[in-house]
């Protein structure tokens, strides 16, 4: 098993940066997919950005891509979403999750339980 707990999601305006954390614990290691996606309301959950444990791979969604970043710490079993350039359009609950590597790419099934980013105009 897996558990995942997101922090640092809350209030900013438009322009503004966040970061958000996710720490692992359990049976995290170099063969799993860590990811975070985000549900804004009265809409589907989509994919933000993935990163992969066994190496330097990284994909984002055309949405955040040149202002959110993805990044881990090995040693803290931590992985961080750093969101530069916020707009009003990035306001949702942003979950973190893991996927062993080996499962197909939408088949998350680990999840935290999600941290609520809000940004105004």
């Known amino acids: 098993q897996v558990q995942l707990v997101e922090s640092g999601g809350g209030l900013a305006q438009a322009g503004a940066s966040l970061r958000l954390s996710c720490a692992a614990s359990?049976?995290?290691?170099?063969?799993?997919?860590m990811a975070w996606f985000r549900q804004a309301p009265g809409k589907e959950r989509e994919f933000v950005a993935a990163l992969n444990l066994a190496g330097p791979a990284t994909r984002y969604a055309d949405s955040v891509k040149e202002r959110f970043t993805i990044s881990r710490d090995n040693h803290r079993n931590m992985i961080y979403l750093q969101m530069n350039n916020l707009k009003p359009e990035d306001t949702a609950v942003y979950y973190c999750?893991?996927?062993?590597?080996?499962?197909?790419?939408?088949?998350?099934?680990?999840w935290g339980q999600g941290t609520q980013v809000t940004v105004s105009s």
């Open positions: 359990g049976r995290i290691n170099s063969a799993y997919v």
């Open positions: 999750a893991a996927r062993h590597r080996a499962a197909p790419s939408t088949e998350y099934n680990f």
